[in-house]
């Protein structure tokens, strides 16, 4: 639905720590689900474990703070110049599986509630439509002067 160059004009991670590369639906206001492919080039894996390569939990933590990100900006117009959406909490995570090289890590993000420049949000990550991780997260927005 939008490439990698519509997710960067609406989240501001960049590569090596940009962990979204398409959106695959988007409900303005309600819902996200994105898709990263986990390749084993990536940096990670030379230290997370070099003899059993498993994509570490707090990328995929991560993962669900960009998608959420990207959800956040797209149904407020757009990233703003001069605002950042902070992750403030994370609650509720569970892992159910590894992630590896190869797996497609498809994450859903449902916003809960919206309180002004605050927002709380519940995540799920799934491989082959398996789940393997979940979570809650809350993010404020500050404008920047």
Do not use: W
């Amino acid at each position: 639905m939008f490439d990698i160059c519509e997710i960067m004009e609406n989240v501001p991670h960049r590569y090596p720590f940009l962990l979204i590369d398409r959106v695959i639906e988007f409900e303005p206001n309600q819902s996200v689900t994105v898709l990263k492919n986990i390749s084993i080039n990536e940096a990670q894996f030379q230290g997370h474990f070099p003899e059993k390569p498993v994509f570490p939990g707090v990328y995929i933590i991560e993962n669900m703070a960009q998608a959420s990100c990207f959800l956040l900006s797209k149904s407020s117009g757009g990233l703003q110049k001069n605002a950042v959406y902070f992750l403030g909490k994370v609650s509720k995570v569970s892992f159910m599986q590894p992630v590896t090289p190869g797996d497609q890590l498809i994450t859903t993000v449902n916003i809960e509630k919206l309180m002004g420049e605050s927002s709380m949000v519940t995540a799920r990550s799934t491989v082959n439509g398996k789940l393997v991780a979940k979570g809650e997260l809350m993010f404020g927005m500050r404008k920047e002067k």
